[in-house]
T-cell receptor
Framework: AQSVTQPDIHITVSEGASLELRCNYS??????LFWYVQSPGQGLQLLLK??????LVQGIKGFEAEFKRSQSSFNLRKPSVHWSDAAEYFC????????????FGKGTTLSVSS | EPEVTQTPSHQVTQMGQEVILRCVPI?????FYWYRQILGQKVEFLVS????????KSEIFDDQFSVERPDGSNFTLKIRSTKLEDSAMYFC??????????FGPGTRLTVT
């Protein structure tokens, strides 16, 4: 079955500390991987994506993610968290084919403490 | 920067009523999608649409749902007879091809 698992429902990080959000996927075809962020009352904003090439991808707002095929993981990282990063983060997987569904994880809520 | 827009931002309706959620995808995109997010749950795919036809649909997208591109700019989701469990945030998305899907801000549907 195709699925995305985000094991951490809620994470609290101190401002300035590093962050890692975990994502594991199960997908039959060659995956196309995404991280989206959702602030309260807002839509889904793409942070970064991976479909091939360098397994470490850079995104917006200083985020990066590393694709590890052997572990079926696509973890999101940021070296120094800012209070404005508090939001919900969703990992998603899709096929490299137009018009197909994205499968989302349940999301991880990030809180930032001062 | 081009963006996907959705109207209304919040809709309240009574059980059994029909609702139409509207979306304006990015103008040069060819693929359109609807997703929903029930409060506290993950985002779930409903349907994708290309060339005036449904490309893919999920089990959620049953006969009470329909989609339409009534003109060159709008993409709509109709729920014929709403149920309490249809209460959710509905997201529209569009893509130019197999690359990333751009999401709108969502319409919160409340069924009473």
């Amino acid at each position: 079955a195709q699925s995305v698992t985000q094991p951490d429902i809620h994470i609290t990080v101190s401002e300035g500390a590093s962050l890692e959000l975990r994502c594991n996927y199960s997908y039959g075809a060659t995956p196309y991987l995404f991280w989206y962020v959702q602030s309260p009352g807002q839509g889904l904003q793409l942070l970064l994506k991976y479909f091939s090439g360098d397994t470490l991808v850079q995104g917006i707002k200083g985020f990066e993610a590393e694709f590890k095929r052997s572990q079926s993981s696509f973890n999101l990282r940021k070296p120094s968290v800012h209070w404005s990063d508090a939001a919900e983060y969703f990992c998603a997987v899709g096929a490299q084919q137009a018009g197909t569904a994205l499968i989302f994880g349940k999301g991880t809520t990030l809180s930032v403490s001062s | 920067e081009p963006e996907v827009t959705q109207t209304p931002s919040h809709q309240v309706t009574q059980m059994g009523q029909e609702v139409i959620l509207r979306c304006v995808p990015i103008s040069n995109h060819l693929y359109f999608y609807w997703y929903r997010q029930i409060l506290g749950q993950k985002v779930e795919f409903l349907v994708s649409f290309y060339n005036n036809e449904i490309s893919e649909k999920s089990e959620i997208f049953d006969d009470q749902f329909s989609v339409e591109r009534p003109d060159g700019s709008n993409f709509t989701l109709k729920i014929r007879s709403t149920k309490l469990e249809d209460s959710a945030m509905y997201f529209c998305a569009s893509s130019g091809g197999w690359d990333e899907q751009y999401f709108g801000p969502g319409t919160r549907l409340t069924v009473t």
